[in-house]
């Protein structure tokens, strides 16, 4: 019986030592809400920068700092609701880099006559 449960336990010993280590160094996984808020809150940083004459500046930048106390305050999802908000108003597209683009497909469709 101790020798079953011995080898029972370096089964699943090296199981999760296999799986650990995949996770490890696998694939990068998708992008964390507090990852969103800075990359988001640095996408403003650049705009304000190569779009210095937009009409909603201080607008942009009043939610650039209620995003940034919002991801500070662990409410992630506000923080990036605002932060999007403000790349909107400087005419910026948010990007997000979990996202995936959509291919194109190239064949025609044929129509029934």
Known sequence: MQRFSIGLIGGLLGISLITGSVKAGGTKGATTRTERCTNLSRQVDEALETHPAATQVAAAKALQRKGNR????????????????????????????????????????????
């Open 70 to 113: 919002f991801c500070a305050d662990r409410k992630e999802a506000q923080g990036i609701r605002a932060l999007a908000n403000a790349l909107k108003l400087l005419g910026v597209l948010p990007i997000d880099p979990d996202a995936v683009t959509p291919k194109t497909d190239l064949r025609r469709k044929e129509k029934k006559p």
